[in-house]
């Protein structure tokens, strides 16, 4: 018996030709296909598809035939089918977010997968927080953030596909059954839950489309700001002061500590920036209660990673060594306790 | 049986400082995604010789508090389950300044092995 072996790249480059052929009508050659990021399980390339003359510079976003994932990773981030339809929500509200084109149909053997188009940019923290030709931008990201992010909530809940509701009680509920798997005694992130729980803000009337991961990391910039937010495998319905209580975390501003606001500015000029585009207040109190939440949520995600190791799931130095920053957190829960407004 | 010099923290400190200046470049030019692992690696070594020089009497001294701060014996591992319990209890909480200042200490000791720079 003959197996005709193909490499992984072969097999996306040749689905990718025909599947791109297919939206734009015409025969397409694909170029410089690069595999971006991700794991095993989620994966994002880059490719130019070249269409009747035409140069299209496009991203593939792709699960590749599933081979179990866990039911936690299954319960909190959505799949790819849903991801399309609520960047395309967002997108035609006016979200600064990469354009949805097509989704791949089960016979082109990718699993699950769309294709956007490619935004320029870099979502490398390091570089845009220190280097030389993002030194403007650094000025504008912290406002730019509190408008898109005014956009994104201002997205019509009836263009969302069915989304999950989480409010303050359901992620606290979840953070607790996180503490409980891993098993290891916790006392400051008890102590946080606890605090929490009990100044937990009322669900709104109407939960609105929430992120769920809007940080430095997840978008692009280039020398004049944002260009585009990534990374929408969180979104769901909620309070929108969650996305802003987020990007706070001292652990997304990579070493600005002085800049709350995502390391480009304070917290004040985010919410200015969130209060003028959204025509909402943004209530001082309820941000504060995000932003602990978001700095316990993160600790409890460090050891979830390290147990992702531990526990045989996979094999990952860098998974088992993030365990280790979970502390971190412990260090800026005691301080946000301490601050309470 | 004592072992020769170097102490496993200078053996540790010797194989680090050989990764970081010479390992991390070379890695960097051949393939940039094992530069940075080996630098999460490098980071790794210089956790564990932190805990093995200051991990001990860290352990220690958290286990002396606890005692105190519960009025009980145990192990570390046992004491530290009670206290999460009361905290998820609500039977503590941060009005509570001799349970405030064990997590402080806690909290510096562990920060001061896993990464002393943050702030």
Known sequence: MTVHMQSEADQVRSALAAAT??????????????????????????????????????????????????????????????????????????VRAPEPLFELVPEDGLGEAYVMRRVGGTAIARKLLRDPPYAAARGRIARQLGE???????????????????????????????????GNPQPVFELALTWLD?????????PLLVHGDYRTGNYLADESGVTAI????????????????????????????????????????????????????????RAHWWEVFGTVHWGVICLNQAWKHLSGAIKSMEHAAIGRRAVETEVDLLQLLKAEP | MAQDRPTASELLTAVADFLREEAVPALDRADPRLGFQMRVAVNALAILEREGRLGPA????????????????????????????????????????????HLDATVADKIAIANPRWR
């Open chain 1, 21 to 94: 052929g297919r939206h734009f009508h015409g025969a397409a050659e694909v170029e410089t296909l690069v595999r971006q990021s991700g794991g095993a399980s989620r994966q994002t390339w880059s490719f130019d598809a070249l269409v009747g003359g035409q140069r299209h510079a496009l991203i593939l976003r792709r699960d590749p035939p599933a081979k179990g994932k866990s039911d936690r990773e299954q319960s909190v981030s959505i799949d790819r089918a849903t991801e399309f339809r609520v960047l395309q929500a967002a997108h035609s509200a006016g």
């Open chain 1, 148 to 182: 898109i992010a005014a956009a994104i909530h201002a997205t019509d809940p009836k263009t969302l596909p069915p989304l999950k509701r989480r409010e303050a009680a359901d992620h606290i509920a979840g953070l607790r059954r996180s503490l409980d798997l891993l």
């Open chain 1, 198 to 206: 009990r100044r937990k803000p009322a669900p709104l009337d109407r």
């Open chain 1, 230 to 285: 990534l990374d929408w495998e969180l979104a769901h319905l909620g309070d929108p002061l969650e996305d802003l209580g987020w990007l706070c975390v001292k652990s997304w501003r990579f070493g600005a500590i002085d800049k709350p606001a995502a390391g480009f500015g304070s917290r004040e000029e985010l919410w200015d920036a969130y209060e003028r585009a959204s025509g909402r207040r943004v209530d001082r109190t």
């Open chain 2, 58 to 101: 860290a352990d220690a001294h958290e286990h002396d508090r606890l005692v105190r701060l519960l009025g009980r014996d145990g192990t570390l591992e046992e004491l530290n389950r009670e206290l999460a319990r009361q905290l998820r209890a609500g039977e503590r909480d941060e009005s509570d300044a001799s349970l405030m200042a």
